[in-house]
């Protein structure tokens, strides 16, 4: 980390134990990632009275190359965050998964949605177990009957049903996977 670790304590009492505990959750983020810039973390206890325990809340901010990533962790009802130590311990965890999504990200890792088109059945062999789809730019489509998910059966499959699909490169061409059929405003 090039800056500092910064600890900010709301109705919660600062001890040695807590700051170790919590210096020692943000050093081990630096092994995830060599380039943090810097950490705040923020440890609260709501105040006023409750019928149960103190539930604690951990804001974790890590200040990264063009970003702060925020993890704020609400206890919600969640009994076990009556335990700062778990508190903690949960809060840092969340922001070492944020932590490493980012790092993912920035190494392009991490595959975008693949984009769900619109065909319609052009072709079936079903005693092969294949067919094609016919997209509306006039492009036919390979798929197999693994293909198909959800509800759909390639058995009742006919000639012009409206599916949507997401498009692959197979070994002779493109392929359509992950076929879906259903009334899906395909474009004539």
């Known amino acids: 980390m090039k800056l500092?670790?910064?600890?900010?304590?709301?109705?919660?009492?600062?001890?040695?134990?807590l700051e170790n505990a919590i210096r020692?959750?943000?050093?081990?983020?630096?092994?995830?990632?060599?380039?943090?810039?810097?950490?705040?973390v923020?440890?609260?206890?709501?105040?006023?009275h409750h019928r149960k325990g103190k539930q604690y809340k951990v804001r974790v901010d890590i200040t990264v190359p063009g970003e702060e990533l925020v993890v704020n962790k609400d206890p919600g009802r969640d009994e076990t965050h009556e335990d700062l130590y778990v508190a903690i311990r949960d809060a840092?965890?969340?922001?070492?998964?944020?932590l490493q999504d980012y790092v993912r990200q920035r190494r392009g890792q991490v595959k975008g949605h693949e984009i769900q088109r619109h065909a319609r059945v052009l072709r079936l062999f079903p005693a092969q177990g294949y067919g094609f789809l016919q997209t509306p730019d006039g492009r036919e489509i390979y798929f197999h009957?693994?293909?198909l998910g959800g509800h759909a059966s390639f058995d009742y499959l006919d000639v012009g049903t409206e599916v949507l699909y997401e498009e692959e490169e197979g070994k002779e061409g493109?392929?359509?996977?992950?076929?879906?059929v259903g009334k899906h405003h395909a474009p004539a």
């Open 4 to 17: 500092p670790l910064q600890i900010s304590w709301r109705n919660v009492e600062a001890t040695e134990a």
């Open 24 to 40: 020692e959750k943000a050093e081990k983020l630096d092994t995830f990632y060599d380039k943090i810039m810097g950490c705040r």
């Open 42 to 48: 923020v440890v609260e206890a709501p105040h006023g």
């Open 92 to 98: 840092f965890d969340a922001a070492r998964r944020r």
């Open 145 to 147: 009957r693994n293909a």
């Open 174 to 180: 493109p392929q359509a996977v992950r076929v879906t």
